[in-house]
């Protein structure tokens, strides 16, 4: 079949046109811009990507269109000449639900935060127990060639996003998924461009547990009173919790050695399986840690092997993804999309690196953060930092600069300037660097203009 994927950039879609390839599938693509990472694995499986979107988009032949959801709307004119042409159409979550995820134990990851570290460990798990697990990631798991792979293998680990289908499906994408086992990582407000509030969101959390069978699980921590609260409103699966607190009654548990969660025990059912010590730093990193071993566990691996496994993990491409390492300067990208998640961040560098220097470029990229929807909760966010050097969107509704509280706070609406601010503060230090790239967007690029500047 001839398919072609609008959005293709985007972390599903661009995974989603791997598995259809995998598959045998002819599979071409549009965006509205082409970017790495995403862009650097199609090229690499021979997948033709146009930009910008336009009247000729879509390739004659095409059989199958599915479409992604970032700028993809009635105006849109791709989409416009894909409904006037009338080649068949779907959302991204239903192909998969339809061609790649039935008659498969599917292990679905969602929640507000983690979900794409987490799904990664589950699936480099199964890998490493030789299941060989097929897998869709929204991120570049760094144990793995591409975000997603395509096997015989009963099990496929998903990340499960909440976020709504498409402009003509608004239902959140995991309810297309029919998972059996599901890590719910825990649950805050977000995505305010199509939720009104927390219980909005919940509410499609309570959808999807009314699709879970009786012969799954679903694995939550013990201690999120949002995720509390969408399991009261009915749950028919069985249920196991996690945690990382102590005097914890959690079935699956984590005792940390190191401040910086760099090293800590796993504890199943009272028994001690064995201890963690990896590259990953953050009590939010043990977090996922927990609902990936509890997952496995689900699926037939002993807690024993799963800890064997997570030793030998390596992370995810802007994930904290260590972009420069010199004796004076540590230059970090991460896929920040939410204050809590920006402050877990920055704490878990914060024990690690104890009184060096930890300096956090923040561009506020998501719709909710755009928006001021958490106000001075973003700011408080960045406390473990040093300094915190803002990038100002285009598009934001909000005065970003009222907010700020001092000197440390400095705002900026240029990237060549941000650049040299960090150069000059850099070249000054007197302690070790450590430079921290926080935003879910491209962020101007300033990755490769930093990693320039810097290495001179």
């Not at 993809?72 to 080649?87: D, F, M, Q, T, Y």
């Not at 496929?156 to 994408?173: H, L, N």
């Not at 009261?232 to 910086?260: H, K, Y």
């Amino acid at each position: 079949m001839r398919i072609h994927v609008l959005g293709i950039c985007g972390t599903l879609m661009g995974s989603i046109a791997l598995l259809a390839r995998q598959q045998g599938h002819t599979v071409t693509g549009s965006d509205q811009n082409v970017y790495p990472p995403m862009s650097l694995q199609l090229e690499q499986a021979g997948i033709s990507l146009q930009a910008p979107y336009s009247a000729t988009s879509i390739p004659g032949k095409t059989e199958l269109v599915i479409i992604g959801n970032a700028n993809l709307a009635r105006g849109n004119p791709a989409v416009e000449a894909l409904l006037e042409s009338g080649i068949a159409y779907c959302s991204g979550a239903e192909y998969l639900g339809r061609y790649v995820l039935s008659n498969k134990w599917v292990i679905a990851v969602a929640g507000t935060h983690g979900k794409t570290t987490t799904a990664s460990m589950v699936a480099w798990i199964l890998d490493y127990a030789k299941l060989s697990p097929g897998f869709l990631i929204g991120g570049v798991p760094t144990n793995f060639e591409y975000s997603a792979k395509l096997t015989d293998s009963k099990f496929f680990v998903i990340e499960a996003d909440e976020y709504d289908t498409s402009f003509f499906d608004r239902r959140s994408k995991f309810l297309h998924y029919r998972p059996r086992t599901v890590i719910l990582n825990n649950l805050e407000y977000d995505h305010a461009d199509i939720f009104d509030n927390l219980a909005s969101i919940q509410h499609q959390f309570h959808l999807l547990m009314r699709a879970i069978p009786g012969n799954g699980l679903i694995i939550l921590p013990d201690d999120d009173r949002a995720l509390e609260d969408v399991i009261r409103q009915g749950c028919w699966t069985p249920r196991v919790n996690f945690s990382t607190n102590l005097g914890s009654q959690a079935e699956v548990q984590a005792v940390l050695i190191t401040a910086d969660g760099a090293e800590f025990k796993v504890v199943v059912a009272n028994q001690y399986q064995g201890t963690i010590n990896w590259e990953l730093t953050g009590q939010h990193n043990v977090h996922n840690a927990c609902a990936a071993i509890a997952a496995a566990r689900h699926a037939g691996i002993p807690p024993t092997d799963a800890i064997k496994a997570l030793n030998e993990f390596k992370g995810v491409k802007r994930r904290m993804e260590c972009l420069i390492d010199h004796p004076h300067l540590k230059l970090y990208d991460d896929f920040a999309h939410h204050p809590t998640a920006i402050r877990t961040t920055l704490e878990g560098l914060r024990a690690q690196v104890h009184g060096e220097i930890v300096i956090a470029l923040i561009e506020p990229g998501s719709a909710t953060m755009r928006k001021g929807i958490h106000g001075t909760e973003l700011i408080t966010a960045t406390e473990p930092a040093d300094q915190v050097l803002w990038m100002q969107p285009d598009n934001i509704q909000f005065q970003l600069g009222a907010l700020l509280p001092g000197s440390d706070h400095q705002l900026f609406t240029d990237a060549e300037q941000l650049v040299q601010a960090v150069h000059d503060l850099v070249s000054v230090a007197a302690k070790r660097v450590h430079l921290v790239m926080m935003s879910n967007t491209s962020f101007h690029g300033i990755a490769s203009k930093l990693t320039a500047k810097l290495s001179q």
